[in-house]
């Protein structure tokens, strides 16, 4: 199935990123160390990325877009909701 949106909880070193086919059913969970992201999501066809902004999501922002996805960040206020569990899902 093919990842349409992915969510990204942004750490020091570990990154989690979960996406959802079109029809909003878990279609990937993973985690990823600082140095695999670009690699990782080089290899992803485009898809719309959500992040919570805080001090390198710019930076990733910027990255990411420049390989052609959509990423859109959110105020911490905005994805308190998305968190399931101690591991944030976005």
Not at 6 to 29: E, P, Q, W
Not at 34 to 62: D, K, V, Y
Request: aromatic letters at 8%.
């Amino acid at each position: 199935m093919k990842t349409t949106t992915m969510g990204i909880d942004l750490a020091k070193s570990v990154f989690a990123i979960h996406g959802v086919n079109a029809h909003g059913k878990a279609a990937l969970k993973k985690q990823l160390k600082r140095a695999q992201m670009l690699t990782f999501f080089g290899n992803l066809p485009p898809c719309s990325i959500g992040m919570e902004a805080c001090g390198s999501a710019h930076h990733w922002a910027r990255q990411l877009t420049a390989i052609g996805h959509t990423v859109k960040l959110m105020t911490p206020q905005f994805v308190k909701p998305y968190v399931k569990t101690n591991w944030k899902i976005l």
